[in-house]
């Protein structure tokens, strides 16, 4: 215990005007106390101070000029945090809330969850504070052109493979992809994943985090003696992972009865409409209470997060970070909430994972049960490699059984470090005993 405090001192004392990043590293070391005591050679090579630091800290200008014909400036950064496994691997995120402390939590997050895949990605991540709401398709394009023009240097099918995440879709890869093939000059595909279908692209790339997010969900209430038919859920955020996660809910035989954006949610008791949400959010890129247009018997609520106020079984964050803090964890329990399913990255603050898991409500964490998304970033590569391209039940059959054998793992580490059954334990532990395992066998470095 003294060496995780100690470096946890440290990394505290580094890292001081980011919370986000502090806030996974203890989510993480609370996890690794019993697996740190059995492993003295992870001391002596003094693997979490190692961990905690990137392995590279990329940060660079962005400039582009709007429709007026006037200059704007944004921040790129790539943190390249650990290349144990393989290429580093994780999304781009533009959105204004963006700073360095936010890409080293995802970043952190992404080396346990890749990790947890059984695939050979390392962790990383990257984005900028450029926000793509309200731009013209001209100024996306113009800025995703200048940000390549940059990151380019630092990326490549074999170093490091972006992705999409909050802000970044199949419009800003395209436009990324774009740039990074004229610089250099060759088809190299593999650079980037959620591509097109046209260029490389992977089915059930755009599924994959919602549809993943529910295969463990559906695993892990069936290992606990539940299952998804006929709850009831509620699930944030409206975009990508949120949609498709939706649809598996239909699927398997639960209801979603709402649904939110930035705004507020939107409630139906009927069942939420959710090709009628692709469509608002997705292809008009508009306002989600514009479902009441179509639905008048819905109901729009402002706020956001007054969402978790809703009666439910099941609850599945899937918006942004910290959607979910210790007096909504407490709502939810005191509705019977019985499952909660973290579809963003670090939706559930520390205090609300505690409350849930003392109340006995399920908890699938966000980098076992969000891991779907990068896990088919990876079939995604395989298939550039070979240049061949796999049909949608292979691809879904092979990202099941990736959700499955996470689940798998993770309940079998939580058993074996006394931690019983607690995936979000689990799944800390399973992601960085295979790191672990790597980083000694390279040496020190």
Request: charged share 20%.
């Amino acid at each position: 215990m003294s060496y995780v405090s100690d470096v946890f001192t440290r990394v505290k004392a580094r890292n001081a005007f980011e919370p986000e990043f502090l806030q996974a590293v203890e989510e993480v070391f609370e996890s690794l106390v019993p697996v740190i005591d059995k492993h003295p050679e992870y001391v002596k090579a003094n693997l979490l101070d190692r961990l905690t630091e990137p392995e590279r800290q990329i940060f660079f200008r962005v400039p582009w000029v709007d429709d007026r014909g006037e200059i704007q400036v944004n921040r790129g950064f790539r943190v390249q945090f650990s290349g144990a496994i393989g290429p580093y691997k994780g999304g781009l995120r533009f959105h204004p809330s963006v700073y360095i402390g936010i890409i080293k939590f995802l970043g952190f997050e992404q080396i346990f969850k890749n990790a947890l895949t059984g695939l050979p990605i390392g962790g990383g991540k990257g984005g900028s504070d450029f926000d793509p709401k309200g731009k013209s398709d001209a100024e996306v394009m113009r800025f995703c052109q200048s940000f390549m023009t940059e990151l380019y240097r630092h990326i490549g099918p074999d170093v490091d493979v972006p992705a999409g995440d909050i802000g970044v879709g199949g419009r800003e890869i395209g436009y990324l992809y774009g740039q990074y093939r004229r610089i250099r000059g060759a088809f190299e595909n593999g650079v980037l994943t959620g591509k097109g279908l046209s260029y490389g692209g992977s089915l059930v790339r755009t599924e994959a985090t919602g549809f993943g997010l529910l295969y463990f969900v559906d695993e892990m209430l069936r290992y606990n003696g539940h299952q998804i038919k006929d709850k009831v859920v509620v699930i944030s955020g409206a975009g990508n992972v949120a949609t498709y996660a939706c649809k598996k809910v239909n699927a398997l035989g639960g209801k979603v009865i709402a649904m939110s954006d930035s705004e507020g949610y939107i409630y139906d008791e009927n069942g939420i409409d959710i090709d009628l949400v692709i469509t608002i959010k997705t292809v008009n890129r508009g306002k989600l209470k514009t479902y009441l247009n179509h639905h008048p018997s819905a109901k729009f609520v402002e706020g956001h997060r007054n969402i978790w106020s809703l009666k439910c079984d099941i609850a599945l964050p899937c918006a942004t970070q910290n959607d979910i803090d210790l007096e909504e964890a407490q709502l939810l329990v005191a509705n019977g909430v019985i499952a909660v399913g973290e579809g963003a990255n670090m939706p559930c603050t520390n205090e609300a994972i505690k409350y849930f898991l003392t109340h006995n409500v399920l908890v699938a964490p966000a980098k076992a049960a969000n891991a779907g998304g990068v896990a088919t970033s990876a079939l995604e590569m395989s298939q550039n490699s070979s240049r061949y391209a796999w049909t949608f039940e292979q691809v879904d059959e092979k990202l099941k059984e990736i959700m499955v054998n996470i689940h798998k793992n993770a309940a079998e580490a939580s058993a074996a470090y006394g931690f019983g059954y607690n995936l979000v334990a689990g799944a800390n532990i399973a992601g960085f005993k295979k790191v672990a395992e790597a980083m000694m066998a390279q040496g020190d470095y």
